[in-house]
Nanobody
Framework: QVQLVESGGGAVQAGGSLQLSCEAS????????MGWYRQRPGYPREFVAL???????DYFEDVKGRFTVSRDNARNTLYLQMDSLKPEDSAIYTC??????WGRGTQVTVSS
């Protein structure tokens, strides 16, 4: 059974940084894509970032230049480096594998 567990969320002031992690088990052997979505209060769930098996990345326009998605296949871990955080980035961030398996999410709160 595939399990995804996020970590690294927390509270930070505007302009600060956080790195989210998503540890996957079992390994990435057959994965095609992994990524992040977020759920902000009063908004539908929205795409944040994607990294394909070949390493190609895509980002939500609002986070381009501030967020970086990466993966470490040896550690079976997906990352989201978030810099220059804004209060509007406050949300529950959830990782997925192939849009089939999802984690439970980790809360990010950015104060002004």
């Amino acid at each position: 059974q595939v399990q995804l567990v996020e970590s690294g969320g927390g509270a930070v002031q505007a302009g600060g940084s956080l790195q989210l992690s998503c540890e996957a088990s079992p390994n990435f052997a057959s994965v095609h894509a992994m990524g992040w979505y977020r759920q902000r209060p009063g908004y539908p769930r929205e795409f944040v970032a994607l990294i394909r098996d070949g390493g190609e990345t895509d980002y939500f326009e609002d986070v381009k230049g501030r967020f970086t998605v990466s993966r470490d296949n040896a550690r079976n871990t997906l990352y989201l480096q978030m810099d220059s955080l804004k209060p509007e980035d406050s949300a529950i961030y959830t990782c997925h594998r192939d849009w089939v398996y999802w984690g439970r999410g980790t809360q990010v709160t950015v104060s002004s």
